[in-house]
């Protein structure tokens, strides 16, 4: 009886939250590969879930920054060293090195997998002589790598005329699910994602004052204790919330039982700019009309399906307008609310997953 196909996938986070990769995993078993994902062990790290494919934190000394980098890509390379797989597939620029060198020393293919336009994300655009080094090691890596996939068309159409290798396009959309998941009528504003530079949030939480609901923000980052700072000082902090981390499963409730979605970003290099995160998805699967950037793929995808309105500043009354606009306008907010149940018959994993693995059976 033959074996099934090792794949191993590298990431540089907690493997717990990360939805894309438990739907790519997930998948991929179900295709009838032998699936294993590489992440981190972080201080407040939770037990993973039981899944269908091995789950893997490496303990770290450093969490962040530069030697966290040195040492995750140190570590990882010594791992899969003594490892036998049959596709190596690395997640983003910051694990592609160790995967790419292991995959060579055996023969074995190579798959990139960007999240992000990562040479252009805000911590390195910032930072010149950052992104040069990162530069470099993208000029020598993504011209040596034949199978490749990102999150939408417009940075697969970047990088594949900047590295001459198709970009195929696997967008990061929920599962179609017919659960009714709808709870409580609770009025509340829900930011969901990472607490990062250039999400709008401190714009956000001005805006509050002008709007007549609370504010729920679900997740952590970089600015989580800054942020929690920022709206403490606010006359009205008593309307914003952070829930911190949530698992998947329960993000989904408080999705579905939210009034209006915000998916806010700035432009501060051009992989925020041609972003097309998943929150923007989960907010039309659970039914939500959302607030979102006139960024390309957002007005490509409002163009087909009106299910958000679009604002081009991130000022704390530009986004305190469309809010209530959703908030005061049963039309307009119905009618958005309707465009997310036919969106959602087109963008949702079912269809999207069919192309991850005819992509991943071409793989020789």
């Known amino acids: 009886?033959?074996?099934?196909?090792k794949i191993v996938f590298t990431v540089t986070n907690d493997i717990t939250y990360d939805q894309r990769m438990q739907r790519i995993c997930?998948?991929?078993?179900?295709?009838?590969?032998?699936?294993?994902?590489?992440?981190?062990?972080?201080?407040r790290s939770v037990n993973v879930a039981e899944r269908p494919y091995k789950q893997i934190r490496l303990?770290?000394?450093?969490?962040?920054?530069?030697?966290?980098?040195?040492?995750?890509?140190?570590?990882?390379?010594?791992?899969?060293l003594f490892k036998r797989f049959d596709i190596y597939c690395g997640i983003d620029l910051d694990t592609l090195l160790?995967?790419?060198?292991?995959?060579?020393?055996?023969?074995?293919?190579?798959?990139?997998?960007?999240?992000?336009?990562f040479t252009e994300l805000p911590e390195i655009v910032e930072r010149p002589?950052?992104?040069?080094?990162?530069?470099?090691?993208?000029?020598?890596?993504?011209?040596?790598?034949?199978?490749?996939?990102?999150?939408?068309?417009?940075?697969?159409?970047?990088?594949?005329?900047?590295?001459?290798?198709?970009?195929?396009?696997?967008?990061?959309?929920?599962?179609?699910?017919?659960?009714?998941?709808?709870?409580?009528?609770?009025?509340?504003?829900?930011?969901?994602g990472a607490l990062n530079i250039g999400r709008g949030l401190e714009s956000l939480m001005e805006a509050m004052a002008f709007i007549d609901a609370d504010l729920y923000i679900a997740g952590e980052?970089?600015?989580?204790?800054?942020?929690?700072?920022?709206?403490?000082?606010?006359?009205?902090?008593?309307?914003?919330?952070?829930?911190?981390?949530?698992?998947?499963?329960?993000?989904?409730?408080?999705?579905a039982n939210a009034t209006i979605g915000v998916n806010l970003v700035e432009h501060l290099g051009l992989s925020y700019y041609y972003s097309l995160s998943n929150k923007f998805f989960?907010?039309?699967?659970?039914?939500?009309?959302?607030?979102?950037?006139?960024?390309?793929?957002?007005?490509?995808l409002n163009n087909q399906f009106k299910v958000a309105l679009l604002i081009d500043n991130l000022r704390p009354d530009t986004i305190a307008t469309a809010i209530n606009t959703l908030l005061n306008d049963a039309t307009c907010y119905s009618d958005l609310h309707a465009q997310t149940q036919i969106a959602k018959q087109t963008l949702n994993w079912q269809k999207e997953s069919e192309k991850l693995i005819q992509l991943y059976q071409q793989i020789e």
Not at 26 to 43: E, M, N
Not at 161 to 177: A, C, D, M, T
């Open 26 to 43: 997930s998948t991929l078993v179900s295709a009838g590969y032998d699936v294993t994902i590489i992440g981190f062990l972080k201080k």
């Open 221 to 255: 980052g970089d600015l989580s204790e800054t942020l929690r700072a920022f709206a403490g000082k606010l006359p009205h902090k008593q309307k914003i919330r952070f829930l911190g981390y949530i698992k998947p499963e329960a993000l989904r409730q408080y999705t």
């Open 59 to 80: 303990s770290l000394m450093f969490k962040k920054g530069k030697l966290f980098y040195l040492e995750y890509n140190f570590r990882l390379f010594w791992f899969l």
């Open 282 to 300: 989960d907010y039309i699967h659970a039914g939500v009309p959302q607030v979102t950037m006139a960024f390309p793929e957002y007005e490509q």
């Open 129 to 192: 002589l950052i992104k040069k080094a990162w530069l470099i090691m993208e000029r020598f890596l993504l011209p040596r790598i034949k199978y490749n996939y990102t999150v939408g068309a417009a940075i697969a159409n970047l990088l594949s005329s900047k590295y001459g290798h198709p970009f195929e396009v696997i967008r990061n959309v929920p599962l179609l699910s017919n659960d009714t998941l709808k709870q409580s009528d609770g009025k509340y504003i829900l930011y969901q």
């Open 1 to 5: 009886m033959e074996s099934l196909k």
């Open 98 to 117: 160790p995967v790419f060198m292991n995959a060579k020393l055996k023969g074995k293919p190579i798959v990139y997998d960007a999240h992000e336009y």
